[in-house]
């Protein structure tokens, strides 16, 4: 567990670097291609920078505010906190605050940068479709991602990837909008600069593969992990897979989560599993395996 710990520390400095150099190319390439020059370097550097920090600190906020998850206290949803708080409090860790997702697709995730300020947000769906042994086994689970920063992990990789693609978005408008234009009359210049913006377009259109192929590489085995951790912290196996199955079995779509966030949930609520290649883009393991493990437990 302390090895996941220090891992998932060493994951999150290593995104935001990989983040800022993606960034500052994507800059680079866009500012030798237009008439923005060194300044679009330059704008790179404090847009990556900036974001990258603002990511460390306010990630879980955006996370939070993109799901519409909205915080609930002892009075307003007693049963919920009643199980974060009891499950914490045997976990050893700060009780997490309680967000509620106004959607009856059964789902739920956590945030947070640590554990002093994690969060656990689960959808209407999952309160009242599951018992409280299956709760448990759900709110456990997340707990295990707080516990061994995963959350950390999870919601960089979410904010990060999702900042990529706006970028991206943006550098493509730029070209068509005329943002390409000739710095010098001669051919040398001509074809230098037409050199510099192939490679800014194609920046541009694989960054966001690049930003998802990283959330990829955040490996499935933390998921297993938290499964395993959950598991001990209920000790009842049975419960966790009896939610999953319920998830994963169940036809409602939970309508605010999207491919940023989808890493984020206990169940990949975009259900888009499939074999072959598209086993590489999973962001969780397979529902069937997982549930077999916990049966064996």
């Known amino acids: 567990m302390y090895d996941q710990i220090t891992t998932n520390k060493f994951k999150s400095v290593a995104m935001i670097g990989i983040f800022v150099l993606l960034v500052l190319a994507i800059g680079w390439a866009f500012g030798y291609a237009t008439d923005w020059g060194p300044a679009g370097l330059v704008l790179a550097l404090i847009v990556s920078f900036a974001m990258a920090w603002g990511s460390y600190w306010y ?13 609930v206290d002892r009075d307003s949803e007693p049963y919920l906190v009643n199980v974060i708080e009891g499950l914490s409090i045997a976990a050893g860790l700060p009780v997490p605050k309680a967000y509620v997702i106004d959607d009856p697709a059964p789902n739920a995730f956590a945030t947070g940068r640590n554990p002093d300020n994690a969060a656990i947000a689960v959808t209407r769906g999952l309160m009242e479709k599951l018992d409280r042994l299956e709760l448990e086994g759900v709110v456990a689970h997340e707990l295990a991602h707080v516990k ?7 919601t960089l990789t979410a904010v990060l990837a999702g900042t990529v693609v706006l ?9 068509f909008w005329g943002g ?14 037409a050199i510099f913006m192939l490679i800014g377009v194609a920046l541009a259109v694989l960054a966001p593969l690049f930003a998802a ?18 598991a001990l912290l209920t000790r009842y196996p049975p419960g966790l897979a009896s939610a999953l199955r319920k998830i994963a079995g169940d036809h409602e779509k939970l309508t605010v989560a999207n491919k940023a966030t989808e890493a984020l949930y206990i169940y990949n609520p975009l259900r888009d599993y499939g074999g072959g290649l ?20």
């Open 148 to 154: 061994n920063y995963d959350t950390l992990v999870q």
């Open 180 to 193: 390409a234009r000739r710095r010098s009359s001669n051919q040398g210049g001509g074809q230098a600069q």
């Open 59 to 71: 990630s879980d906020r955006i996370v939070l505010s993109m799901s519409k998850a909205r915080p």
């Open 213 to 230: 192929l990283i959330q990829m590489a955040i490996s499935r085995k933390r998921e297993y992990l938290a499964d395993a951790n959950g």
């Open 278 to 297: 598209n086993a590489l883009f999973n962001t969780h393991p397979p529902i069937d395996e997982r549930i077999k493990r916990l049966e064996a437990m």
């Open 167 to 175: 970028l991206s978005d943006w550098m493509i408008r730029s070209f």
